[in-house]
């Protein structure tokens, strides 16, 4: 009896990782036509400074609102779109619109400083010849300055990346447009290898800020944290990290030095209006 029930647990087994595959399938391929309706929207998740919790600026992620599915993450198509080729004209959408969205914010509160917007870039992107060449042409289009774009490229994306691929984000480097590394910690970079790379933000992963949701903060944490923001200081790299769902994790990494944060605990990813309603509330 044991022995069926752990047959048709397997069947069951069976029969899920079978409708994944069918879902997956079924999902790229209804990638293509899915940007020609329209379903992707962008959510924009706020970016604050950890000194005085103004609003540094927000964090395009991208959502697919499906028709039979509803709506679904990044991490559900993300990798799909990437392993087709789809991720260069998605991309090539998430950054115009979400250039437009920063500039239309920008036009409104030209007195609060300047709002940053951070795209996510995927290693095929980066790969891409018209990488520079499309990102300056949706700069000079909207009339956002170069300055206020954050490109966020993820450690695993550059570790080992040759000339030919730093190439294009030195390029984009020098006009001003700022590099993160994105999920910082979570590969294996070499701390030295920093130094080659054009970036100038590192994006701390959650993982580091998890063992500070604690009270007392994990010590071994705190510790890590401390050494990677005074490493990045000193390289003159800005620290931000992800994931900071309580007041007590805020407060901890503001002591430790990390410049900007983002996360659960002053906003989820939201509508672009949520941004402008922060935006107006620093401004008074
Ligand atoms: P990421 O760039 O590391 O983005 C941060 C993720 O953490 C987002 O997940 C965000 O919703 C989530 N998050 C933010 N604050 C908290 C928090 O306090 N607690 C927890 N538990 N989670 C938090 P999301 O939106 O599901 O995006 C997942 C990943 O998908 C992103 O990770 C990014 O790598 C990728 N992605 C999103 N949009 C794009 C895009 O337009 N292009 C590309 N290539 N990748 C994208
Ligand atoms: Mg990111
Ligand atoms: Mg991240
Ligand atoms: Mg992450």
């Not at 239309?104 to 795209?119: A, K, M, T, Y």
């Not at 870039?121 to 289009?141: F, I, K, W």
């Not at 206020?148 to 984009?172: F, M, R, W």
Request: hydrophobic share 40%; glycine share 10%.
């Amino acid at each position: 009896r044991a022995k069926a029930a752990g047959g048709n647990r397997f069947q069951l087994a069976d029969a899920e990782a079978d409708a994944r595959a069918i879902t997956r399938h079924g999902l790229t391929t209804s990638l293509p036509a899915a940007l020609d309706r329209g379903e992707f929207f962008i959510e924009y998740q706020p970016l604050v400074h950890l000194g005085d919790g103004t609003v540094h600026g927000a964090e395009a992620l991208v959502r697919w609102c499906h028709p039979q599915h509803g709506v679904l993450g990044p991490d559900r198509f993300i990798p799909l779109a990437e392993h087709t080729g789809l991720i260069v004209p998605l991309g090539r959408w998430v950054l115009e619109e979400s250039v437009r969205q920063a500039n239309f914010w920008q036009e409104r509160h030209s007195d609060g400083g300047p709002l940053r917007i951070n795209v996510n870039l995927s290693p095929t992107q980066l790969h891409h010849p018209r990488l520079v060449a499309e990102t300056v042409d949706v700069l000079e289009r909207s009339g956002l300055e170069p300055g206020a774009l954050c490109l966020e490229v993820t450690e695993s994306a550059l570790i080992g990346a040759d000339d030919d691929l730093l190439k294009p984000l030195c390029q984009l480097a020098e006009m001003g447009v700022d590099i993160a590394l994105d999920d910082f910690g979570t590969g294996y970079s070499n701390l030295a290898n920093l130094r080659r790379l054009p970036v100038s933000v590192l994006k701390l992963d959650r993982s580091f800020t998890r063992g500070m949701q604690q009270h007392p903060a994990d010590p071994v944490d705190l510790k890590i944290v401390e050494g990677i923001v005074s490493l990045a200081h000193s390289l003159e790299l800005a620290v931000t990290v992800e994931g900071v769902e309580t007041g007590a994790q805020a407060e901890q990494l503001r002591a430790l030095g990390c410049d900007t944060a983002q996360g659960w605990y002053y906003a989820r990813p939201g509508a672009p209006d949520r941004i402008h309603s922060l935006l107006l509330a620093d401004a008074v």
